[in-house]
């Protein structure tokens, strides 16, 4: 494990160093392009890839199944320790950002470098599923109802924007091209496939780089605020659901790719809800940085209980 993270610390590090480059794209314009260009572009290259070939089996739902729960498992222990417990002793808006840190893992931007390089480019299909068929329908709705209890921007958003908001993902609707071609043994051109391939090797560099971008040195005087999120998101939530896990899911490769994406530190969508809603988008980013940071501990020994 020690010899991915140092592959997948080139990327990262060059992200990072971008920013000292003289005169060049804020580091902030340049995340916003390439998050836009593999959300919409990329990432549905690679879904479409990934789910018209891949062996429709149980991982269908068993992976979203423990995406679920690992979602109401943090956000109920977030909500207890920022909701109840520091409730008046921490701003609403650093509360909020919190709970969001604690809840929401980051399942593709790192998760799907991590489990692909680990288990190979036939496990490609677990991050995806285990983001989009799980997390992020429930970051749409339930974190969606968090932030704007706890934001300031006055913002409001229903079920109904939240449903077509998830509904109208570039992704989300490749998914479901995919499972119908798939399905239905639609037969595929061989350069349609080598192109997907080749846009899924394209996008755990890009992501990683847009991580090098964000990460930030934390502020010493929120160490303590963001270390219960943190625990939460890469120790607590994964040791809970390790034995459920490797209990629900038969296969081998699946059980390691679900629990791996389990222990992923915090997601950087999260800070377009924080920005978009009013919450604290420093703390939020400096919890961003350490459950990284944590992860290369953290992953390696939670693997290790398998």
């Not at 207890?80 to 919190?98: C, E, H, N, S």
Request: net charge neutral.
């Amino acid at each position: 494990m020690f010899d991915v993270f140092l592959q997948l610390s080139i990327p990262l590090a060059c992200g990072i160093l971008y920013r000292f480059i003289p005169g060049a794209i804020t580091a902030a314009e340049v995340r916003r392009v390439i998050s836009s260009i593999v959300l919409n572009v990329f990432i549905p290259l690679l879904t479409f890839g990934a789910l018209s070939q891949v062996h429709i089996g149980e991982h269908l739902w068993t992976i979203p199944a423990v995406s679920i729960s690992a979602v109401l498992v943090g956000l109920g222990l977030s909500y207890i320790v920022y909701g109840q417990i520091l409730k008046g002793r921490i701003a609403l808006p650093t509360a909020g950002a919190l709970i969001l840190a604690g809840t929401w893992c980051n399942a593709m931007y790192l998760g799907l470098p991590i489990t692909t390089a680990v288990l190979g480019d036939g496990a490609r299909h677990i991050p995806i599923e285990y983001d989009y068929l799980g997390m992020t329908p429930l970051l749409f709705s339930i974190g969606t109802m968090i932030c704007v209890r706890y934001g300031t921007s006055g913002v409001r958003s229903s079920a109904a924007d939240a449903l077509y908001q998830v509904a109208t993902l570039p992704p989300m609707i490749t998914i479901a091209i995919a499972m119908f071609v798939n399905i239905l043994d639609v037969p595929i051109a061989p350069w349609i496939t080598s192109s997907c391939t080749s846009a899924g090797k394209v996008v755990p560099q890009l992501m990683l780089f847009s991580i090098g971008l964000t990460l930030r040195v934390p502020d010493p005087r929120h160490l303590l605020t963001i270390v219960p999120a943190v625990a939460i998101r890469t120790v607590i939530v994964p040791l809970i659901l390790l034995s459920a896990t490797v209990w629900l899911i038969q296969d081998p490769v699946v059980e390691t790719g679900a629990i791996l994406e389990t222990a992923m530190p915090t997601m950087m969508l999260t800070m377009v809800f924080a920005e978009k809603y009013g919450l604290d988008t420093d703390v939020l980013a400096q919890a961003i940085l350490a459950s990284t940071l944590i992860s290369i501990i953290t992953l390696p020994a939670i693997l290790g209980l398998l």
